[in-house]
């Protein structure tokens, strides 16, 4: 009986012929004619006498049982060249999208992701590729899958869209401490979606200490009528997750920096400021800026950050420490698109590893900031970086703490080996390699990043730039040799 590693290595053998039109015929004539071996051998009845009808019959079950056993291989040939002409036509990448610019502007799908969404799909309607979608929005993943497949009319499941805090998931250490989660709308919600047991919002803070909001007028007022309650048995703040920018700033901020100060319980004084261990911090979206429908961009999350460390320091003459950074560009942000993108080929049966991702970024020309803080390309490259790093040493010593990604049970094996950056004009403005960094005598050189990723012109610039995503997803098809509609 052959071995199995035999069977295999013939049947991808089998499977690579077949592959260039040799089908199916041989080994159908092979199979066939062992099984009419069998069935012949079976129909045999000899006529001579007793002593030899005895030998031929000993003979004659001999090769029935042989030819059973062929018979047996060349089913197994057979299946394992069927599964390993199956395998060979898998996919083994995946496709990040960034959503806003890339694939729509606002709430309206853009024609270019549309023809690019239908060249995704198969003649049923299913993906035939792995993908997810990564923004640094903080919403519901549930809301903005919905909002995508409605667009696009392809079956997208919240797991798949990555919001900027999405990868906390992963900082399980933290799930069941109490936490002050700093946003606007849902942040509970959205805060429960990532693990997180046991929070609390800024309101909780400022009805539990109510001497603490003095820029609140309103506040002050009752204060100096004595029209409040303070609760001291309010538990002490473990952790502080900021998920995006608030409404009320001033608020935010020294509340925050209260809590900072005081170890998470800011009706106790300090015995001395300077000494005080810093509770954990978890920022996602390090963003300074976005594009809204304004002519100049707005004030993003990393603004309100910028802020809160500017003060920290002034206070105490200290760094303010974050525990981790989440979101685009952080490295741990597009590890954990792969396990997503991972997750996803499974699903759809695919038993290849991915070994390569392909990022749509988008190009937004800001007339006022001399480098392009274009996170989705520079979060690509850096993360490419680290991939081909990682079989020397994983989280590299020039990373920052706040960089470093957790171990985690539930991320799939890393099976990657390059990260592609496509940078996507917005289809009004056509990008020109020319145009990446146009300067004149009197530009002033600006970095727009936050602090703990350090200023690489170079991470700028994408593997490839395409028009729009239709243009990407066609290049992409012709470099992995797949058939597009």
Not at 27 to 33: P, Q, V
Request: aromatic share 10%; glycine share 4%; net charge neutral.
């Amino acid at each position: 009986m052959f071995s199995r590693s035999i069977v295999y290595s013939v049947a991808k053998e089998f499977a690579y012929h077949r592959s260039r039109t040799l089908n199916t015929l041989l080994i159908t004539k092979c199979t066939i004619s062992a099984r009419n071996l069998v069935y012949s051998a079976a129909l045999f009845r000899p006529t001579t006498s007793d002593s030899e009808n005895k030998s031929v019959k000993i003979k004659t079950k001999k090769v029935q049982t042989r030819i059973r056993m062929i018979t047996y291989n060349l089913d197994l040939f057979s299946n394992f060249a069927t599964n390993a002409d199956s395998q060979s036509k898998q996919v083994n990448f995946g496709i990040l999208f960034d959503v806003d610019g890339v694939l729509a502007r606002g709430s309206t799908p853009l024609d270019p992701a549309k023809k690019a969404m239908a060249k995704l799909k198969d003649a049923n309607g299913n993906l035939k590729v792995p993908v997810a979608f990564v923004t640094n929005a903080c919403n519901r993943s549930a809301d903005k899958a919905r909002q995508i497949q409605n667009w696009f009319d392809i079956n997208i499941t919240p797991e798949q869209v990555i919001h900027a805090p999405t990868p906390a998931k992963l900082l399980k250490e933290f799930h069941s401490k109490h936490t002050l989660v700093i946003g606007q709308e849902h942040r509970k919600e959205i805060a429960a979606d990532l693990g997180f047991t046991n929070t609390c919002i800024i309101e909780d803070i400022k009805e539990a200490y109510p001497l603490l909001d003095m820029v609140d007028h309103a506040n002050r007022a009752k204060i100096a009528e004595g029209n409040y309650t303070e609760n001291p048995n309010f538990p002490r703040v473990d952790v502080v997750l900021l998920i995006g920018e608030p409404c009320r700033w001033e608020t935010d901020l020294q509340l925050i920096i209260d809590l900072l100060l005081t170890e998470g319980k800011p009706n106790i004084t300090p015995e001395d400021l300077f000494s005080v261990p810093q509770i954990p911090v978890i920022a996602c979206n390090m963003d300074l800026v976005f594009m809204a429908e304004a002519c100049m961009p707005r004030f993003g999350h990393g603004a309100f950050l910028l802020c809160l460390e500017s003060l920290y320091k002034k206070i105490t003459g200290r760094e303010l420490h974050y525990k981790n950074l989440v979101g685009k560009p952080c490295e741990i942000t597009y590890r954990f698109a792969e396990h997503t993108v991972s997750k996803i080929a499974k699903q759809m049966g695919i038993s290849k590893p991915i070994k390569r991702l392909y990022f749509f970024g988008l190009y937004t020309p800001f007339f006022y900031i001399s480098d392009n803080p274009n996170v989705d390309i520079v979060g690509a490259n850096l993360y490419d970086r680290f991939i081909k790093r990682k079989d020397s040493n994983a989280n590299s010593i020039d990373l920052p703490v706040s960089r470093l990604i957790p171990e985690s049970d539930i991320l799939n094996e890393q099976t990657v080996e390059s990260c592609h950056s496509m940078l996507v004009g917005t289809g009004v403005y056509k990008f020109k390699p020319e145009d990446e960094m146009k300067s004149t005598s009197d530009t002033i050189e600006v970095y727009h990043g936050h602090r703990d990723i350090a200023h690489e012109p170079e991470l700028s610039k994408p593997h490839k730039y395409v028009h729009d995503v239709y243009e990407g997803i066609d290049y992409i098809f012709r470099k992995e040799g797949i058939e597009g509609n």
